[in-house]
């Protein structure tokens, strides 16, 4: 299914802004104002002439352009016969950002408008949602004001997402963070498109590299299972589920109108899809960045290189624990880095340069452990605490991870100091962890996956 | 046993005060001056008469005025040596920054430093550490420059870290994040004072409201235990164990001189002795603040207050998962509401005040849930990226926990905006948390704590 239309429409109708700033529909014109979308922006609002300078038309029916994308923002019992003036103007895509269908009981609102998108073979995302966000065309129907929910960045991780609130405030924290994006779906009740619709159209998607889901409740579980089966050959699929207790279950039927079920069941399925299903938001947003950043790793034998022995030691409890693999250090390189190290360096499995540890040091640390044929991953634990360790180290693992021999993943705690080196950092591609099993969390997802 | 020399000296020694300004010596005493230090430093460099405009005396006995702390930082082969000379000066407290001890393999120089120190009386927190931090007197021999590693504001927390690296990356961290510390003690290879000598000190500390603790091995079991036991009573002791895992186990030896042994045993050991271990560094940090922030919980019953779905939902599951109590909102609190908030607020729990939450709804949703008898702790989701929760939101929640009727901890997930309400909050007492189950972690651990 072709979904085009709704990331890079040319001419964009938003039904229902109000002149109230503070209102869902006049956010979403602001934002496609403020936001630089190249298309064309119509409004309409009967009871309006102009807002923000901006003619208001009585109907989309008076509009004389082509329009090929309707966001719909007006209350409830006006969305069926906002979609069929839509139908009338040869609207066939929507987005409807109104909430009050079966989320609050109206199963029958929605089982009309789902009937009438269906016979007239109109696509909608929505209804109950935030609609979309796509960080390359800049198309963003997202109501919520921008000095609040920072837009990110163009970058290879899509977000498909029931909630509207999971996923703003993942793409909010994952901007300030300096993640990038390409796009972002939140699709609410899903009462035409299902989850499946858009994993299936972002598999497609050039500028996607990884997909991240919030999913509360699958509506088609085969087709679910049968999308996911597929393109998880291509791109990895990165999942949390929320509701996998009964009681937090009971809680979904009111936020989406839908019943999550066993969990169990779901989990299940999800692995026989080749699904990731991550236990937490952070956890997502760790492997998210992990796969955009890093190479394919050739095999799941990790070397770790670090100052801090207690965090080496934390890094190899994690590993064991993932069941992933200790590398063994070579002879060879053991017997290079002997040379110039001085003795109380411990060249091993964790290798501890100590804290008096250089950057010289690390750079030789590294640079042989990119050659050494008995490790597949480098976890570099790099505390910038130490006064020998100068900033430079970020040049020197930016330059290692350039000759693009093996992923390269850091660790390094700390306050304003180390988040300064981070962000230098990521912003070259290069994904860095508060703390080990982070990090360690990570690297099981990808070894996962590739195994596949 | 009397530690207070260790935090609170009059006059001050520091051993071995290299002219390079990237030595540690060196290091340690520049951080006096700057700390601001209440008492008198005194420096010895046999080959220097004078370093950053102080006087540099040949040997601690050359020093006319009485002193009470030793801060040694000379190579391995002169430290008993020092010792010897404070010794004769009348020094009985010792803390010796020098590594190249049993964590090399120079067991006999350790066992040998170790006699001398017990046959005299004298107190000694090292070999092979970062010494101590205190927020409250500015005693500082950590040798980490300022701008790397920022010192903390006056707080609650006390850290007891085997590993120096461990134990400063988490105090820049939390220093960044803005939670305060009392005492912070990096005690290396414990060659004559251990975690016991210190945990039990940092128990009559009134300025410790929670111990933290990082550790690879136990020195002595039995006497850990005991003291753990006695001082679990009092105050909360947090643990993180390094070297679970075989591999990690063996990794300890070379990082602090000790075998870390089975965690089987390890954790069966610390459960009976009311330690809390958590699983890694992260939910160290978020039980500490909870603790020095919160007041009792009288039960486990949890009361969710949210404006996104999605969040509600994984709080819920986190809570059981944790083996937590869901509160079961009461009739005469959901009637209050019911009549102050449209239809499509959910009265349950989680309570969904849904998208378009205002801050009056979080006053009226919170307050009416404090005086609800059927819950004990209140976790409050707010997601301050809606354009209709004003930023008084703040102000809202911190006079709700000013009535201190019941703990309340906040969840909200974002970028900037976010952040800056966090911040607000934390510095009125109120622990924040970026993800549910992080939130849900830390009231794991209270309410075990004050269950037993």
Redesign the interface.
Known sequence: MNLDKFFNANNIVVIGVSRNP?KVGH?IFRNFIDGGYHGKIFIVNPNADNILNHVSYKSVLDIKHKLDLAVIAVPSNLVLASARDCKKKGIKDLIIIT??FSE?GNVKGENELRDYLNKNKMKCIGVNCLGIFDAHTKLDTL???R????RPKEGGISFV??????G???L??A??EGHGFSKFISYGNATNLDESDFIKYLAKDKLTKVICV?I?AVRDGKKFMDVCREVSKEKPIIL?K???????NR??L???GSLAGNSLVYSAAFKQSGVIEV????EMVDAAKTFDYIIKPKGNRIQIIT????????A??A???NNLK?AELSNEVKNVLRKQFS??V?L?N?M?L??DATTEMYGAAINSCLMDKNNDILLIIA??????LTTDIVDVIIEANNLKKKPILIV????????MLRKNLEENKIPCF?????AVDAIKCVVEYYKN
Chains 1, 2 share one sequence.
């Open positions: 503070n956010i909430s009050g609050i109501f919520l004001p000095y609040r929910l920072k997402c029931q909630s509207g609130a999971v703003s405030t993942i909010d924290l901007t300030s919030y509360e949390v929320g509701g996998t207790s009964e009681e937090g809680a979904t009111s936020h989406t236990k937490n938001l952070q100052n801090g022995g207690g965090y080496g030691i934390m190899t409890d590993i064991v624990k200790m003795r109380n411990i091993n964790p501890d100590v804290g505390l910038y605490q130490t006064p020998l390094s705690a700390g306050g304003e100091f180390t988040e508060t703390f080990p099993h982070q």
